[in-house]
């Protein structure tokens, strides 16, 4: 199990489609030791969303695998920094250019 190309999250991380994201979030993470997440297309997040992503690393650290956040879009990087979660995550905030302010 090695590294594999990011996993890119399309849909939204709100409360409508975290329960449908958990296993596909959960079986990325068990197929690799290092999962890398583009999140660079996701339109809106709410606190649902950003507990998967805490489940998620916390996952990783239980099993000693790694997750990293390679591209986050306005709507993640903004309830990351409202929720004061950045240092939990520990990846640099990437927007990508067609986003940034």
Known sequence: MSSSPPLVISDDLTIYHALELKPVLLN????????????????EMDTAGLQLLILLKKEAQK????????????AVSSVIDFCNMAAEFGDPLVIPAHEAP
């Open 28 to 43: 990325a993470l068990a197929a690799t030791n290092e999962l890398e997440l583009n999140l660079a297309q996701v339109s």
């Open 63 to 74: 099993t000693g695998k790694c997750v990293r956040i390679v591209a986050h879009s306005q």
